[in-house]
């Protein structure tokens, strides 16, 4: 059965580097035409995708926060990691990562994690 | 980017009734080498993840009950709910997959009144 999960820091500080990790079971990184989206979501707010990678390492990052995002997989350990540069309180939101199936779709979700960022 | 947006923000409909939302993109998200219209809908229940329920504008998920539906093409598409349950109380989101950037509607609140 496919899951996510995702992991990391609940805190952050501001202009400090957030660092997440979401580790999928139930496929493989390497099936074809398959990916890893991360998506955000600000308390009682709506969904932002923010970037995705599939299996082909082929990458997209959100136009308005692409100085600030790179993703990168780790086939070997079933994993996708994320990476926001210069975080800032706007930024405290709940952070999805999501399967892309061979049709485009975000059909598995992780829980989610929640990330504050405060000083 | 293609920009969704949804109508109404909220509404609250009563048990049995029809819940309908409306979704609208910036451009057509109708691929026409397939005439498929990327364009899927989710349901996201209070400290859930979203959860898919329809893509291709009308194709819904496996195990989603028939109450639900996608209608729709190119740029204009709607949801309905056929007959309102108590746990179809949810924010019910439009996305569009059709650019490489995808971007999600606002989202639109269903009550119960």
């Known amino acids: 059965q496919v899951t996510l999960k995702e992991s990391g820091p609940v805190l952050v500080k501001p202009t400090e580097t957030l660092t997440l990790t979401c580790t999928v079971s139930?496929?493989?990184?390497?099936?074809?035409?398959?990916?890893v989206s991360w998506i955000r979501q600000p308390p009682g707010k709506a969904l932002e995708w923010l970037a995705h990678?599939?299996?082909?390492?082929?990458?997209s990052y959100s136009t308005s926060l692409k100085s600030r995002l790179t993703i990168s997989k780790d086939t070997s350990k079933s994993q996708v990691v994320l990476t926001m540069t210069n975080m800032d309180p706007v930024d405290t939101a709940t952070y999805y990562c999501?399967?892309?199936?061979?049709?485009?779709?975000?059909?598995?979700w992780g829980q989610g994690t929640l990330v504050t960022v405060s000083s | 980017d293609i920009v969704m947006t949804q109508s109404p923000d909220s509404l609250a409909v009563s048990l049995g009734e029809r819940a309908t939302i409306n979704c609208k993109s910036s451009?057509?998200?109708?691929?026409?080498?397939?005439?498929?219209?990327?364009l899927a809908w989710y349901q996201q229940k209070p400290g859930q993840p979203p959860k898919l329920l329809i893509y291709?504008?009308?194709t819904r998920e496996s195990g989603v009950p028939d109450r639900f539906s996608g209608s729709g093409s190119g740029t204009d598409f709607t949801l309905t709910i056929s007959s309102l349950q108590a746990e179809d109380v949810a924010v019910y989101y439009c996305?569009?997959?059709?650019?490489?950037?995808?971007?999600f509607g606002p989202g639109t609140k269903v009550d119960i009144k």
């Open positions: 451009q057509s998200v109708l691929y026409s080498s397939n005439n498929k219209n990327y």
């Open positions: 999501a399967r892309i199936d061979g049709e485009w779709l975000l059909d598995y």
């Open positions: 990678i599939f299996s082909n390492d082929e990458k």
């Open positions: 996305q569009q997959y059709y650019s490489t950037f995808f971007t």
């Open positions: 291709w504008a009308s």
């Open positions: 139930g496929f493989s990184l390497s099936n074809a035409r398959m990916g």
